[in-house]
């Protein structure tokens, strides 16, 4: 069992605390065990810091989460480490959201409906429950238009700002439900808390 879990995310670093409160149940999990999880993000580059942690942080378990910007394959984490040169055994700690961290926000609509109040079109948001299904490109134009005539106004606009507010809200059990890879995410680490 791990000592230290390193979480590289892709985004800018104003989403950590964001993460920090969608993964608590892990945080929450790995201190129980003395074990400590830190949050970074990579911003543009998260192969070179990850590169970077597999080198600094040896006796970390260092995990990479990414947007996949396409449909998942079973094969993804597997290629990018042949395309970065990583070693295979790394392929378990790379994980993906399906098509991009955007898709977690449509499995819990109700949390949305909640920040962004009057003015805000829950219909504009694709119905599909398996939020892993839904194309990039309709992610985004349904979330412009469900936002833009908010209070807060085009939630792409003010990413910077509505994304952490966001990631804290939602209901991470309904996203389990509706993203298989974040699903993926808190089993791997919860099963590797449990080695003991």
């Not at 810091?49 to 449909?71: K, V």
């Not at 094969?75 to 399906?98: K, R, T």
């Given at each position: 069992?791990?000592?230290?879990?390193?979480?590289?995310?892709?985004?800018?670093?104003?989403?950590?605390?964001?993460?920090?409160?969608?993964?608590?149940?892990?945080?929450?999990?790995?201190?129980?065990?003395?074990?400590?999880?830190?949050?970074?993000?990579?911003?543009?580059?998260?192969?070179?810091?990850?590169?970077?942690?597999?080198?600094?942080?040896?006796?970390?378990?260092?995990?990479?989460?990414?947007?996949?910007?396409?449909?998942?394959?079973?094969?993804?984490?597997?290629?990018?480490?042949?395309?970065?040169?990583?070693?295979?055994?790394?392929?378990?700690?790379?994980?993906?959201?399906?098509?991009?961290?955007?898709?977690?926000?449509?499995?819990?609509?109700?949390?949305?409906?909640?920040?962004?109040?009057?003015?805000?079109?829950?219909?504009?948001?694709?119905?599909?429950?398996?939020?892993?299904?839904?194309?990039?490109?309709?992610?985004?134009?349904?979330?412009?238009?469900a936002t833009k005539d908010t209070a807060k106004r085009d939630y792409f606009h003010h990413k910077a700002k509505h994304g952490p507010d966001l990631l804290a809200l939602i209901n991470p059990v309904l996203v389990r439900k509706?993203?298989?890879?974040?699903?993926?995410?808190?089993?791997?680490?919860?099963?590797?808390?449990?080695?003991?």
């Open positions: 069992m791990p000592t230290e879990i390193r979480i590289y995310f892709e985004g800018d670093k104003s989403l950590k605390p964001g993460f920090a409160a969608f993964f608590s149940e892990l945080k929450t999990r790995a201190m129980a065990k003395r074990c400590k999880v830190e949050f970074i993000a990579t911003g543009g580059k998260p192969q070179g810091d990850f590169t970077l942690a597999m080198a600094t942080h040896q006796t970390a378990w260092n995990i990479l989460i990414r947007d996949s910007e396409r449909p998942y394959k079973p094969n993804l984490s597997a290629a990018l480490c042949a395309e970065q040169g990583w070693s295979q055994s790394h392929a378990d700690s790379i994980f993906w959201m399906v098509e991009m961290m955007e898709s977690w926000f449509y499995a819990d609509k109700d949390a949305l409906a909640g920040y962004y109040k009057k003015g805000f079109r829950k219909e504009a948001l694709k119905a599909n429950s398996r939020v892993e299904e839904i194309p990039k490109q309709d992610l985004i134009s349904g979330l412009k238009a509706a993203a298989p890879n974040c699903e993926r995410i808190f089993k791997a680490v919860l099963d590797r808390l449990a080695e003991s």
